[in-house]
């Protein structure tokens, strides 16, 4: 993390975005540990836009640790079921952490300028060549395709699941193709994203 280029503000910040996060029913194994899956996401998300973009800005790394902040809160079955209702809940969600965000970032004593600039990137809302909004986007497809993508699989039949990974290909930069291809994906991932793209 950048504490050290930011100042205590910062700090007290991603301090508050966590221990948001720590109550998470929802855990993931890490290294045999069982631990709070948005908390480790925001973690992962916020290493990964500081390997993808040489000088990640205060805002861009705020916005990374509070992407999901508090998720459990809005389970995917409290919106109806198929696409129309996925996308209602995606929407949904990303406007709840925008707010959740700015309402920290309020109480640490942040610009509304910086505020902003966090809720557009959570929101997506960035212009397609803004550098930032890239990084954010190819991180999150990282940590997707690190702790989410093996499971989808298993629960999608094949020339659907192909058709996901086509397109998020089609959404993340060069930088994000070849990082992913060079993390340490399982075996069957690896064999999934390289059919898909075959």
Do not use: C
Not at 49 to 77: C, F, K, N, T, Y
Not at 133 to 149: I, K, N, R, Y
Not at 174 to 195: N, V, Y
């Amino acid at each position: 993390m950048s504490e050290h280029r930011f100042g205590s503000r910062f700090e007290q910040a991603v301090a508050a975005i966590d221990e948001a996060n720590v109550p998470d029913p929802i855990r993931i194994e890490v290294d045999g540990r069982a631990v709070p899956k948005e908390l480790t996401h925001a973690r992962m998300l916020t290493a990964w836009v500081e390997r993808l973009h040489p000088e990640p800005g205060e805002a861009l790394l705020l916005a990374a640790r509070a992407h999901h902040i508090r998720r459990w809160e809005s389970p995917r079955d409290t919106f109806p079921a198929g696409r129309r209702g996925y996308l209602r809940w995606r929407r949904d969600l990303q406007l709840r952490h925008a707010r959740h965000a700015r309402a920290i970032l309020e109480d640490a004593g942040y610009d509304e300028a910086t505020i902003a600039r966090v809720e557009r990137l959570i929101r997506k809302e960035t212009p397609k060549k803004d550098p930032e909004g890239q990084a954010f986007e190819d991180g999150l497809t990282l940590v997707f395709l690190e702790t989410q993508l093996h499971d989808l699989a298993l629960r999608t039949d094949p020339d659907t699941m192909a058709e996901v990974i086509r397109k998020t290909w089609r959404k993340i930069s060069p930088a994000a193709r070849e990082l992913a291809l060079a993390s340490d994906l399982a075996p069957t991932d690896r064999a999934l994203i390289e059919r898909a793209l075959a």
